[in-house]
């Protein structure tokens, strides 16, 4: 059966890496396979949980006779939940960062991009536009940041050509703002939840790499555009909540907003409590802050029903759900015992981290960036340091213990890695519908670039991982 539902998952990898051409939703993929996945192995529970669990399972029992039921009670409580949280700390997180940005999003708060951005040159618009969304998709969510900086782009520039290439470099953008921080990317999310990684080791070792990373292939990009867009200036669009907050109410409410979302950290080290709970406290401090400055609004017939942020909506509930049903259907197959298997046989054949990066950031590249990299982190737990002596290779094994390098270069392998070809990614996904974008005329004109921008990043922070060892 361990057989069975490796196969099921792996099957369900090559329906998200061809869901652009099945057009069956990877949300609907994912969560097919979390739930089977643990259909079968509650099934089969009795023979899964004499391999791994065996010493858990007896204390469970506490004198009582073993049976299927008892069983089944075991598997939920003392295993099921457990991922079933993991899952849900991820998911909550996003949930309010999305939030957050929509709130910000539907007073006017980021309207001052569309004031720097207004120029008819391709170059400055570019450089502008990616760098506004490195700076915020590092701080909330990549697929919001994506669209709603595509859809600024896309009410100004009016050439499809010239909107492909700044939207290409937009979605990098994203990916690698994403991947700088512990609350850019929901894998970073997990690493930080987990305890594999803390915020500001982090985020030192990996900025200097996803700068050059967005910049180096955005910097050729810009050769590609011509000297002055074909660009249109359109009044402001109404949003939905429309507002009337003059620019320090806005200016205030950017700050409740983003300057929450960085004491997070802060927050976790003090309480030691999950991050969502803090982005959920910085939510609740913006929604209130949100009605204050437009009660009036809100007391508007025609708006009585526009209070809940539109992040409740059907593209984004997708994702959190494709984020559910991944990381439910990795830990099914990780409680077979087969990760571990799998790391064993990585580690005598392979025994470098680096090459593991590599090739988990070209497989990201041509299934899905998210999950590849969880699948990486699920195969192997966070080392105790102070037991590495009980390791034989305990320096190989520095690598996994917290901060340690394998978490640092899979994290950025699978984020820009999944920048190689557009499909991969939920802002890929985002940007191939909205302008219609070809996977052959990404390829020609983008992956080489991604290439470039990858390797070099990659090449400084094995620098920098050397640096701190020596």
């Given at each position: ?298 007391n508007a017939d025609q708006l009585a029903n526009n209070r809940l942020p539109r992040v409740l909506q059907y593209g984004s509930i997708q994702q959190i759900l494709f984020v559910m049903g ?78 340690g390098a394998y978490w640092k270069i899979t994290a950025f392998s699978t984020a820009i890695g999944g920048c190689l070809l557009c499909f991969a990614n939920t802002s890929g996904l985002a ?40």
């Open positions: 059966m361990t057989l069975v539902i490796v196969t099921m998952l792996l099957v369900g990898y090559l329906l998200i890496a061809t869901s652009h051409v099945t057009n069956v939703n990877k949300a609907a993929i994912a969560m097919f396979i979390g739930t089977v996945g643990w259909v079968i192995y509650i099934c089969y529970g009795a023979d899964f949980v004499a391999h791994m669990h065996p010493r858990e399972y007896i204390d469970f029992l506490a004198g009582q006779p073993a049976s299927s039921m008892a069983v089944k009670h075991f598997i939920y409580d003392d295993i099921f939940l457990k991922y079933v949280a993991k899952a849900a700390a991820v998911i909550l997180f996003l949930l309010a960062t999305m939030s957050i940005i929509e709130i910000l999003n539907n007073n006017g708060c980021f309207d001052f991009i569309r004031e720097w951005v207004r120029t008819r040159s391709s170059k400055r618009l570019l450089w502008t536009i990616s760098l506004a969304t490195f700076v915020i998709s590092a701080n909330l969510d990549n697929l919001t940041t994506t669209t709603m900086m595509l859809m600024i782009m896309r009410n100004i520039v009016q050439s499809r050509r010239q909107r492909m290439l700044i939207g290409s470099s937009i979605v990098l953008a994203a990916n690698a703002g994403g991947c700088m921080t512990v609350i850019g990317d929901p894998a970073g999310v997990f690493l930080w939840g987990s305890g594999a990684v803390t915020a500001s080791n982090f985020s030192s070792y990996l900025i200097l790499p996803s700068i050059l990373a967005w910049a180096i292939p955005t910097l050729l990009l810009s050769l590609n555009l011509p000297d002055r867009l074909d660009a249109t200036w359109l009044p402001s669009p109404f949003r939905g909540d429309d507002t009337n907050l003059n620019r320090w109410q806005r200016l205030v409410m950017l700050f409740v907003g983003i300057g929450g979302l960085w004491f997070i950290p802060t927050f976790h080290n003090i309480t030691k409590l999950s991050p969502f709970l803090g982005a959920l406290c910085v939510l609740s401090i913006l929604w209130v802050v949100n009605e204050l400055f437009n009660r009036k609004l809100m991944v990381m439910l259907a990795l830990g099914a197959v990780k409680e077979t015992g087969a990760w571990g298997d799998m790391a064993t046989w990585l580690d005598f054949n392979i025994h470098n981290v680096w090459a593991v990066g590599i090739l988990s950031g070209l497989m990201s590249g041509l299934v899905d960036t998210f999950t590849i990299a969880m699948s990486n982190f699920s195969l192997y737990p966070v080392v105790d340091e102070h037991h590495l002596n009980l390791w034989a290779d305990s320096d190989y094994m520095t690598n996994f213990i917290v901060n940007l191939m519908k909205m302008e219609h974008v070809r996977i052959g005329w990404y390829v020609k004109n983008c992956t080489p670039k991604v290439l470039l921008g990858w390797a070099v990043g990659l090449a400084v922070l094995y620098l920098e991982i050397y640096l701190a060892e020596m």
